[in-house]
């Protein structure tokens, strides 16, 4: 046996298969047909679901039509707040109803209903995680509800709590990238995103992306400078409401000077001499007091 369902105007099939094969059925035995339908407008709508097969024992053809009608409340769509983080306390509650509506109101937190009649606005709301429901009753008063959204009101900024750079500030030299290495923390939302802005003090700032290495930390890189450049650097998080801070706002300075390539070849030098010159000195001493004994 096979069920068909004849789909109404302004709604759509989800799921099932259409026709549904039911197999072979014996007097007396329930089977069940399942479909999921989608509803774009509000109304009354009828199914009209066929049956139809042969009988086994007479080899009859065998065709039933039922029709069934069910009332269905299209709410409309909850269009503010989202399932985002807020960095407002303020949040719009903006909702559309696809049809004529008794009541609307809303749940927030899990809090009694309040009624609205429009679009309003949640004011004052607390930093941290929130949730809303909005329902709304027909003409006929039966209630239909939005799904439950949950969102965050996020106002402060992201943390900037540590920063190491490589090579260190006082031997970058020619040809050396240096690598930045920031500890970015945001309690409520996280992290979105980090860039990392320098510049050689030619007036013009370069702004690169920083990558989250793994946990807090966030790296990006400043390619080489010819000696004697001085770069000036800072750090920009923004977490995932949009709240953002610069290392300059918290009173970092993250500077340095490129020192001439030279420079660690001197200090080899510097470390040969007085680390060998004890050594030469004390060899010769060895072989005067050698001699001294013949
Ligand atoms: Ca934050």
Request: aromatic content about 10%; overall charge negative.
């Amino acid at each position: 046996m096979w069920a068909s369902l004849t789909i109404p105007p302004n709604a759509s099939l989800v799921s099932g298969d259409n026709p549904f094969y039911l197999g072979h059925i014996v007097r007396g035995e329930n089977r069940t047909a399942s479909w999921t339908v989608n509803f774009s407008i509000s109304g009354v709508f009828t199914f009209d679901v066929n049956i139809s097969g042969y009988n086994q024992e007479t080899d009859d053809f065998i065709e039933r039509v039922s029709d069934t009608s069910i009332t269905v409340t299209v709410l409309g769509a909850l269009l503010s707040p989202k399932n985002k983080p807020y960095s407002t306390v303020d949040i719009p509650l903006e909702f559309v109803v696809g049809d004529p509506v008794s009541w609307i109101g809303y749940s927030l937190d899990g809090t009694a209903n309040l009624t609205v009649t429009e679009n309003t606005t949640l004011l004052g709301l607390t930093e941290g995680p929130h949730n809303i429901i909005v329902y709304a009753n027909d003409t006929a008063g039966k209630m239909e509800s939005s799904s439950k959204i949950f969102f965050t009101v996020d106002t402060a900024n992201p943390s900037i709590l540590g920063k190491t750079q490589t090579p260190n500030e006082d031997n970058v030299q020619p040809y050396d990238s240096v690598k930045v290495n920031v500890t970015l923390t945001d309690d409520l939302s996280g992290i979105r995103q980090a860039t990392l802005n320098y510049t050689s003090g030619n007036g013009t700032w370069i702004t690169t992306a920083m990558t989250n290495l793994e946990g807090d930390i966030w790296n990006s890189t400043i390619p080489p400078f010819p000696y004697g450049t001085n770069i000036t650097y800072y750090v920009r998080a923004q977490d995932k409401a949009g709240n953002a801070v610069t290392s300059d706002d918290l009173g970092f300075t993250y500077e340095y000077h490129v020192i001439p390539e030279t420079s660690s070849i001197m200090f080899m030098i510097t470390l040969i001499t007085t680390t060998l010159l004890p050594v030469l000195l004390l060899k010769i001493k060895s072989r005067k007091t050698a001699n001294t004994r013949l």
